[in-house]
């Protein structure tokens, strides 16, 4: 029920999706009794964070890998530890190149799109865990790297990222159907990445012309509850505070309020 797209998912897991998250693939998975493999593969969209998704395979590609284990660390609380891989192959631009055309003098500024039709490799990693403790309430830790040489395509523009938190049950405060969840992130863009926004250059999220660059760091915390009238009606507030947003240490730090409203029927 977190709000910020680094708590949702792993940010810098750069997944097939078009601009609203959605994408046409095929998945597998072979399952054992404690651990499960999967793989999948699945079409990426023409441009970056682009609205259409390109079909032909031999110019764009996903695949997406996971290992999903379920040890029994605790006696009947669950336990999920995943390792996940992406190799995404697009018609992507390469930071470095987008420099040294601007340093060269053949573009007035560094632009990542400016480059012959090619089909590059972007790759990485992620490492999920969950698990769940007395008094209904879980915690997670979550991982992320991304090899952060070609541009951000889909998801967001994170190159590396850390997050922990958790939720627990009002049963605690004597209200068992609250829950009240806290979570921190914090993320990170390889040092080519870095330099190609200092320069001037765009991404599909970020770019003001200048860069002092800091890690991005939030916290995240909400508060979830019905609402009387009706017993499938809640309700929800919700706070952020992100320091160096966007990874520039000229910005914030800045605070996000959310109210949420959810209808069962």
């Known amino acids: 029920q977190f709000m910020n797209w680094c708590v949702v998912d792993t940010c810098a897991y750069d997944y097939a999706a078009d601009t609203r998250g959605y994408t046409w693939g095929v998945v597998g998975d072979f399952v054992d009794r404690w651990w499960t493999f999967r793989f999948g593969e699945a079409f990426l969209s023409k441009r970056p964070n682009g609205m259409t998704l390109q079909k032909n395979l031999q110019n764009a590609h996903s695949e997406n890998y996971e290992i999903d284990v379920s040890p ?49 490799l972007k790759y990485g990693f992620a490492l999920n865990a969950q698990q769940d403790f007395p008094w209904s309430s879980r915690g997670f830790i979550r991982a992320g790297w991304n090899e952060g040489q070609h541009e951000s395509w889909n998801y967001t523009e994170v190159d590396q990222t850390i997050a922990f938190g958790g939720d627990v049950s009002g049963s605690l405060w004597g209200r068992p159907r609250d829950k ?54 809640f309700g929800a507030v919700d706070v952020q505070y992100i320091d160096n947003p966007g990874y520039n240490r000229a910005r914030g730090p800045t605070v996000v309020l959310s109210a949420r409203l959810h209808v069962e029927l």
């Open 180 to 233: 009240w969840g806290t979570a921190f992130v914090a993320n990170s863009i390889s040092r080519n990445h870095r330099e190609y926004l200092a320069l001037g250059g765009l991404g599909f999220l970020l770019g003001d012309g200048r860069l002092n660059y800091g890690p991005e760091k939030l916290m995240e915390s909400y508060y979830n509850f019905p609402i009387p009238l009706y017993s499938g009606l």
């Open 72 to 120: 029994s660390m605790f006696r009947s609380k669950s336990t999920a530890i995943r390792f996940l891989a992406f190799t995404n192959f697009a018609n992507m631009g390469i930071y470095h190149q987008a420099i040294s055309r601007f340093l060269d003098g053949i573009r007035p500024s560094p632009e990542i799109d400016d480059h012959p039709q090619q089909t590059s």
